[in-house]
């Protein structure tokens, strides 16, 4: 699937002073984390929107999104939300503003779910959001205009999400809407759980013959995993013969 460009204004649309960029229009450190959280994983990611959220979880286009302000006592882990939760469709997110948290539902007969009690916030008590016995498979903690937190226990759902953040980032690194498809199993240590406080950053550098996306461990430039394309016509992997 290819996505418009306008979807990845968050990567061109934030900047962070001193950050010293790979390319020249993304001036803000475009990183994830990814985290066990009880029987959950965490995928904390920016930067980011309500557009880009919506695509890289367009699975779930035709179910429910409950939204609610999270609360601002960020201690409140045991307290529920006096927040009317509002429901939309999953489809709808972007029309939404400001600090939101998101709780997905699925769409069964086509009527809003009706949830009596709901967490003060995703990030309260991120092993606790994903009410999976309501059949919910998702929770979002989006703050900032720029940073979110995606929590979920189905794996392959999680893949989806950083397989389709990876691929606007290049989107928008490379000025092309028509990218290769990242196929996660080729990074299969993107997926590994990391300790509290790692993160990844990616880095995109046009060639005149290829295209290298580096990931980057805590800074350190000698833990690059590397990957080489063709430019938009090619496919990634690693190596440099082709």
Do not use: K
């Amino acid at each position: 699937m290819t996505h418009a460009l306008s979807r990845t204004g968050p990567f061109v649309g934030n900047v962070l002073d001193g950050f010293t960029p790979s390319v020249p229009h993304i001036r803000y450190p475009v990183t994830w984390s990814l985290n066990q959280e009880g029987p959950n994983l965490g995928l904390y990611a920016a930067p980011i929107d309500l557009n880009l959220i919506r695509t890289v979880t367009s699975s779930l286009e035709d179910d429910w999104a409950l939204v609610h302000t999270p609360a601002s006592n960020g201690d409140a882990s045991s307290a529920l939300s006096d927040e009317p939760q509002r429901p939309i469709r999953w489809r709808n997110l972007n029309r939404l503003r400001g600090d939101v948290d998101l709780t997905h539902y699925p769409h069964h007969s086509g009527e809003a779910p009706r949830i009596p009690e709901h967490p003060a916030s995703v990030l309260a008590a991120p092993h606790r959001a994903v009410p999976t016995d309501a059949g919910s498979r998702l929770a979002i903690a989006f703050s900032d205009a720029c940073h979110a937190a995606f929590i979920t226990p189905d794996h392959e759902l999680m893949a989806g999400i950083l397989g389709g953040f990876i691929r606007a980032y290049i989107q928008a690194a490379s000025g092309s809407s028509t990218v290769p498809a990242f196929p996660l199993e080729l990074g299969t240590p993107l997926l590994d759980i990391m300790a509290p406080g790692e993160w990844n950053e990616l880095r995109f550098a046009p060639r005149q013959r290829y295209w290298l996306l580096e990931v980057v461990r805590n800074g350190n430039p000698h833990t690059a995993l590397q990957w080489v394309s063709e430019g938009r016509s090619g496919y990634w992997r690693q190596g440099w013969s082709w």
